[in-house]
């Protein structure tokens, strides 16, 4: 009973030796992935993870501070609009252009967090989904924004463009490894927040504001720290965004988009990292893959296509994604209420229990 | 000067006096009793001190310095701490993980140092271990070792309200506020915290402020006891001359034969 405990324990990132083999064997996984799968369907990769930084900034918010946002595709916007522009118009290394996009979408954050000290549910739905369509609007309307032409990224370079310290990186293979350390850092970044006093104190208001400040969480600083910092993972994810896709315009940013970024944090489960980073795989697999796959099926494949154009859509083209989207999401809610996060959960008891 | 004393507060919601003109001034490291019928103003007492309740009239003094107009979480660093009558823990979170909000204000970490904690030797781990073991006294001293990594939500009535006083505890305040802490709970449970009241005040050196029914409790270990009926004084003083007043035994002790 009486034993000297190590509490570091608690808060350790690997919580035991399980834990840190699996991670290191998923780490190798993804970092030699461009090994066994063809260059062509890297691209999905890209997406997914930029996807999800994306949503693991909004879990921070919605799940982890219990406070809505249907303007995430606004930050987003910010954030490749921003380190395109500063890149073409500076010419600022990329990473600099992208750290400082991702500070002026915070910013932003910051600003739109200060009405949801007043605001609650609903009314911060609507609040932030205004903001959303401003952006888009704004965007669209601006010259210096493209309009509604929208804008290519320039090529993506590391070093000082156009000198001799220029490193410019090319491919999507490339452009992988680069995501690929941005994402596992800021996963792990927000993975060791959300254990510390900060992420305690968002949990603190999520559960009960009143007595979160009674003991002595100051509301304005941690509920405006929680926007401004969502605010920063879905606008570095946009400015990464925008290299992998080499061209938007304003309409990439729509009202849908922020809701799909919603759809994702809620299947894979609210105030959870991993579920985060499950929920953002899943529904941009869903999304962006799984029509190509649904047609390539034998046989059943044309008939889903058929049946899809006939009776599941206004506009005629076969959408298996978005009606998977919907049953999944009305699945989710209705049966596992805490997303994959909970699936996964039960899934390791059983197999700890295993063969009992 | 008084350790900790409230001053003519009162307040009014819609027109009703639910709290007119109260005061008292408590000792330090004393245990301090506020007792009246469902809704007399006691736990409206407990929301102006600790600020969730802004006063139209009076003072709320602790060392000397006003709280009155300060934010909750500023009268929280001030060193008041509180429990509430319909248990308001964080239900999503461990235990533990209640517990160390407790120790919100003796942190410093914020969103870089909390990002960037890498290993053990970093001074967010550092910071993080220091004060787990903090609270791991508060979690040995109210025996909650068993539930220390379960979910709040998932714990019996009787144990979630010891997290909740071990939360306010882990905050170390000056002045502790007890809002029916045995409330719910059966006999043996509320002998422990009988006892566990007593230790806090001693071994803690907290001030305590208790509202409680049981009145075995309250004459047994307050120092002093404020009666109030429908937000008015009715007699402040030693138990044994509470206990004698004709209004408290109207209202109490006559009942319970
Ligand atoms: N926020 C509020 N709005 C309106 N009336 C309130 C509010 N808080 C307390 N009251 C009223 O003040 C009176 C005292 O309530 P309370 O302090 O909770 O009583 P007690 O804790 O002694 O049972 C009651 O009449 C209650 O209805
Ligand atoms: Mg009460």
């Known amino acids: 009973m009486d034993m000297k405990r190590d509490y570091y324990e608690d808060i350790e990132l690997f919580s035991s030796g399980t834990v840190l083999f699996w991670s290191v064997a998923f780490l190798v996984f993804l970092f030699t992935l461009p090994l066994y799968i063809p260059s062509y369907n890297i691209y999905l990769f890209n997406i997914i993870m930029v996807h999800v930084i994306l949503a693991v900034g909004l879990n921070i918010l919605v799940g982890y501070t219990g406070q809505i946002s249907l303007g995430h595709a606004g930050f987003f916007a910010i954030g490749a609009y921003g380190t395109a522009l500063l890149m073409i118009h500076l010419h600022l290394p990329f990473l600099m252009a992208l750290i400082i996009a991702g500070l002026i979408s915070a910013f932003f954050g910051f600003i739109i967090g200060l009405p949801a000290l007043r605001l609650e549910g609903p009314y911060l739905a609507i609040a932030t989904l205004g903001f959303g369509l401003t952006i888009m609007h704004i965007i669209g309307h601006w010259d210096i924004f493209g309009g509604r032409m929208g804008i290519s990224t320039p090529p993506l370079d590391l070093g000082l463009q156009n000198s001799p310290y220029s490193f410019v990186i090319e491919g999507d293979v490339k452009i992988y490894y680069l995501i690929l350390v941005i994402t596992v850092l800021m996963v792990v970044c927000a993975r060791n927040l959300m254990r510390t006093r900060v992420g305690r104190a968002f949990v603190a208001i999520r559960d009960?504001?009143?007595?979160?400040?009674?003991?002595?969480?100051?509301?304005?600083?941690?509920?405006?720290?929680?926007?401004?910092?969502?605010?920063?993972?879905?606008?570095?994810?946009?400015?990464?965004?925008?290299?992998?896709?080499?061209?938007?315009?304003?309409?990439?940013?729509?009202?849908?988009?922020?809701?799909?970024?919603?759809?994702?944090?809620?299947?894979?489960?609210?105030?959870?990292?991993?579920?985060?980073?499950?929920?953002?795989?899943?529904?941009?697999?869903?999304?962006?893959?799984?029509?190509?796959?649904?047609?390539?099926?034998?046989?059943?494949?044309?008939?889903?296509?058929?049946?899809?154009?006939?009776?599941?859509?206004?506009?005629?083209?076969?959408?298996?994604?978005?009606?998977?989207?919907?049953?999944?999401?009305?699945?989710?809610?209705?049966?596992?209420?805490?997303?994959?996060?909970?699936?996964?959960?039960?899934?390791?008891?059983?197999?700890?229990?295993?063969?009992? | 000067m008084a350790h900790f004393k409230v001053e003519n507060l009162g307040i009014s919601f819609g027109g009703i006096r639910a709290v007119d003109n109260v005061s008292f001034e408590v000792k330090k490291n004393s245990i301090f009793s506020i007792i009246g019928p469902n809704g007399s103003g006691k736990t409206t007492i407990f929301n102006m001190i600790s600020g969730i309740y802004k006063p139209d009239s009076g003072r709320v003094v602790l060392e000397g310095e006003d709280m009155v107009g300060l934010r909750p979480d500023m009268i929280a660093r001030k060193g008041i701490a509180r429990t509430f009558q319909n248990i308001q823990l964080f239900g999503n979170a461990t235990v533990m993980d209640n517990l160390m909000l407790g120790r919100h204000i003796h942190m410093k970490t914020g969103i870089i140092g909390g990002a960037f904690m890498w290993g053990k030797w970093s001074g967010t781990a550092r910071e993080e271990v220091k004060n787990r073991e903090i609270v791991e006294h508060i979690v040995d001293f109210l025996e909650l070792q068993s539930v220390r990594d379960q979910f709040v939500s998932s714990l019996p009535y009787g144990k979630r309200k010891l997290v909740e006083l071990g939360r306010a505890l882990a905050l170390e305040p000056k002045v502790l506020l007890l809002d029916e802490p045995s409330a719910g709970m059966n006999t043996e449970e509320k002998d422990d915290l009988r006892i566990w009241i007593k230790d806090i005040q001693e071994d803690y050196q907290v001030t305590i402020l208790l509202i409680e029914h049981d009145m075995n409790m309250v004459m047994g270990i307050s120092d002093r006891i404020l009666a109030i009926n429908q937000g008015v004084e009715i007699i402040e003083d030693v138990p044994s001359e509470v206990q004698k007043h004709p209004d408290v035994i109207a209202a109490y002790l006559g009942e319970e034969e």
């Not at chain 1, 809701?259 to 941009?284: D, K, N, Q, R």
């Not at chain 1, 059943?300 to 154009?309: A, D, K, T, W």
């Open chain 1, 208 to 356: 009960d504001d009143i007595a979160a400040e009674v003991m002595g969480v100051n509301l304005t600083i941690f509920k405006t720290m929680s926007f401004a910092l969502s605010a920063f993972y879905a606008g570095v994810a946009g400015g990464l965004y925008g290299f992998v896709v080499s061209f938007f315009d304003p309409f990439t940013f729509n009202l849908i988009l922020s809701i799909v970024f919603l759809v994702m944090v809620v299947v894979g489960g609210l105030g959870s990292i991993l579920g985060a980073v499950m929920g953002a795989t899943l529904i941009t697999y869903l999304q962006f893959d799984l029509l190509k796959n649904v047609e390539e099926l034998p046989y059943m494949g044309e008939i889903l296509v058929q049946f899809s154009r006939k009776w599941l859509t206004v506009i005629g083209l076969a959408n298996f994604g978005s009606v998977a989207l919907g049953l999944i999401m009305l699945g989710i809610v209705i049966f596992e209420p805490l997303g994959m996060f909970g699936i996964w959960i039960r899934m390791k008891k059983y197999w700890k229990t295993w063969p009992f």
